[in-house]
Each structure stands twice: as structure tokens, then as C-alpha cells.
């Protein structure tokens, strides 16, 4: 089974001089956990919900919250990503995903064309949404519910 298949193609792009105010608004308007890093449209990192939590003080928007919490706020998005992220390209197999999440301590991988452009991406839920156990064991096959 192709990527494709079972990728989401609605990702959300940031730039690299972004704040980490327009990271957090981003999250808390689209409920995604993985925002893609561009540069000139082409992919060069990754930052997720996780990253920003760690970049940000607990007492933000709390009654404790002082004007340093606030300022952490205006971090840049390259100050707190994760770099070289692992990819697939298009057309890579689900198999070739299932590796990558057993190799790597991702969430999330990213889904580029040729020329490094971001078209998707897949995370271990999404494959773990498509399987199915039957009596060999288990296959991978999409499901017939209408998703993707």
C-alpha cells in the first residue's frame, strides 16, 4: 500500500522566523500535534505540540503568569524545531513508513516530493487506523469507512 493512501494531505506550514505565538494560536485552532517548517517551500523541520510546551512557562495564562512568561511568546519557530526530520518521499510504501517509526523516535513523519516540497504526512496512528487482524495475522488495508 502506497503512503498516499492513508496520509493526510491538510498540513499546516510554518517559516522559520515565525513566533511561537503563531505556532500556538495554529495549534489551538486546528488541534493537529505537528505543525511542518518551510524555507522558500521546501521542507526543513518539523515542530510539534510537545516542543512548544517545553518552550513555554506552565504559569502562562495563569493568574502566576509574569511578563517573562509572556516574552518566551516571541521565540522564533528555528529556535525550537526539530531539524532534518525524517521523511518519506512519494510513492514509499506504508511498509517503508512502519520502518522508519520502528528506527526513529517520531510521531509524525512528513510527506515530500521530489523536489523536498511538504505534500503530506502520516503519523503511527494513521497506520494503526488501517489495520486490520484477520486469520493470518495482521494486514494492512484500508478501511471502508469513507476516511482517509
Do not use: Y
Amino acid at each position: 500500500m502506497k503512503i498516499e493512501e492513508i496520509m493526510s494531505t491538510r498540513v499546516v506550514t510554518v517559516e522559520l522566523d515565525d513566533s511561537l505565538s503563531v505556532v500556538k494560536e495554529l495549534f489551538d485552532k486546528t488541534g493537529f500535534h505537528h505543525l511542518l517548517v518551510v524555507e522558500d517551500d521546501r521542507l526543513c523541520g518539523v515542530i510539534s505540540d510537545r516542543d512548544l510546551l517545553k518552550a513555554l512557562s506552565p504559569a502562562l495564562g495563569t493568574i502566576a503568569e509574569k511578563l517573562s512568561d509572556r516574552e518566551n511568546l516571541k521565540k522564533k519557530v528555528h529556535q525550537v524545531m526539530s531539524r532534518k526530520p525524517t521523511c518519506l518521499m512519494l510513492g514509499a510504501t506504508v511498509v517503508d513508513a512502519v520502518s522508519l517509526f520502528n528506527a526513529n523516535t517520531v510521531t509524525c513523519i512528513p510527506v515530500i516530493d521530489i523536489l523536498s516540497r511538504p505534500v503530506g504526512i502520516v503519523s503511527w496512528r494513521d497506520i494503526m487506523k488501517r489495520l486490520i487482524l484477520d486469520d493470518c495475522g495482521i494486514c494492512i488495508r484500508p478501511l471502508d469507512d469513507g476516511t482517509k
